[in-house]
């Protein structure tokens, strides 16, 4: 892109203008250290569209440092040590729960490698790996079913979001680790999303905490559910959308807000008697009232393979006192016949129709560093189940802002 070039001659034609341009460098150095120096407020981002870069892959089953890698479900990057986590959301049946880092190479033309550099076991309480089923009938603790980690943006450590198993009566949860993966607390979440075996009421099974994120300023967390409680209505259909609650919490857990965010219908019809679903697989903050959500369809063919249909909305839940905003939900009980005003979203990008490489199980999204024209990347990983029939992709874009 060419840029015009303004002489310095060009721009302070007087002393008045030059007086005038030291003062507000002197009033921006003066608002820099009312915020404190190494602390300083994220610029505000914006996201128009998306341009694609490049894609890498990890083979089916890679064996590293003694455990299986697949099943990545959720991803996130720090910026000081310019390191990449990734959960699997292998409830331990194959290795024990775990994340991995990693380095990606890409620049704003390509993307050259994907690499992991090492890998950590979620402990639970009591210090010890989450069990799997069987371990769990005979020495308890909770089975996980993790399905998003982020970087915390304030000291570097981490936290995690799990489904929960609601044929065990094992509600799901958020928690948060040190970097190495041991427990240092357990967010306080409402009871609206606890699991009921016996009734259907709260959280379905493999369907609940599958997105989380932090605010920009790193003082709320955003939690969102795949698709709707029992008491707000049905999931999916290829007639029909569903609607999932994303939730605000501050750090102690203490609920800020709550929106109602409209789920797609499933794109496309499965083949006779086989099976298809649409979600939300995970969400990213874009500024204070602004969020990405993946919305995730999984649709089966007559040979038993799936064919995924991947959209990237953003949702806007309107700024603090704007007039037509969505309505806080928090106090709504059940959202059938109730009246509010869902989130607004709008369509970034269909994969599908991008004339990308073949689409997988995308699952986690997440901000990555600077390219060299001052744009964002953005970066997603594909969840492959551990299945020889799909794939786990790494694909880098560059966000065009507004």
Request: aromatic content about 10%; glycine content about 10%.
């Amino acid at each position: 892109m060419n840029r015009e070039v303004i002489p310095a001659a060009g721009i302070f034609r007087s002393k008045r203008m030059a007086l005038a341009a030291l003062a507000l460098l002197a009033a921006s150095l003066c608002s820099a250290c009312a915020g404190g120096f190494g602390h300083h407020a994220p610029a505000e981002r914006s996201v128009s569209s998306l341009q694609f870069i490049g894609e890498q892959r990890i083979a089916l089953k890679q064996q590293f440092q003694d455990t299986v890698v697949g099943g990545l479900s959720g991803i996130d990057y720090d910026p000081k040590t310019d390191t990449w986590i990734m959960e699997s959301d292998d409830r331990s049946d194959i290795s024990p729960a775990r994340f991995y880092t990693a380095r990606l190479d890409y620049d704003q033309t390509s993307f050259k490698s994907a690499t992991l550099t090492g890998v950590h076991f979620f402990k639970q309480e009591n210090g010890f790996n989450y069990p799997n089923a069987a371990q769990y009938a005979s020495q308890g603790g909770e089975v996980p079913d993790i399905e998003s980690i982020r970087f915390d943006p304030i000291d570097g450590s981490i936290w995690y979001s799990s489904e929960g198993i609601r044929t065990l009566g094992l509600n799901p949860f958020v928690k948060h680790a040190g970097s190495d993966g041991r427990y240092l607390s357990t967010l306080p979440v409402p009871p609206q999303f606890n699991v009921s075996p016996a009734r259907e009421s709260g959280s379905r099974d493999n369907l609940s905490f599958e997105g989380l994120s932090f605010s920009p300023d790193g003082k709320s967390l955003w939690l969102g559910m795949e698709t709707a409680l029992y008491q707000d209505g049905p999931i999916s259909t290829t007639a029909a959308g569903s609607v999932s609650r994303i939730t605000q919490f501050d750090r102690d857990g203490r609920m800020l807000a709550q929106f109602a965010y409209p789920i797609d219908p499933i794109p496309v019809s499965p083949a006779p008697g086989r099976w298809a679903d649409n979600g939300v697989s995970e969400i990213l903050t874009v500024n204070e009232h602004q969020l990405l959500a993946i919305e995730r369809a999984g649709v089966q063919g007559a040979d038993d393979v799936f064919t995924f249909y991947i959209r990237i909305y953003e949702m806007d839940v309107g700024e603090v006192g704007e007039v037509g905003g969505a309505t806080d939900i928090s106090h709504i009980a059940s959202l059938q016949g109730a009246a509010y005003t869902p989130a607004k979203k709008r369509l970034v990008l269909n994969l599908n129709l991008a004339g990308l490489p073949k689409i997988d199980n995308l699952e986690g999204i997440a901000w990555g560093r600077k390219l060299a024209n001052g744009h964002d990347s953005l970066v997603l990983v594909s969840d492959d189940n551990f299945n020889q029939t799909q794939v786990t992709q790494f694909l880098v874009f560059e966000v065009l802002p507004e």
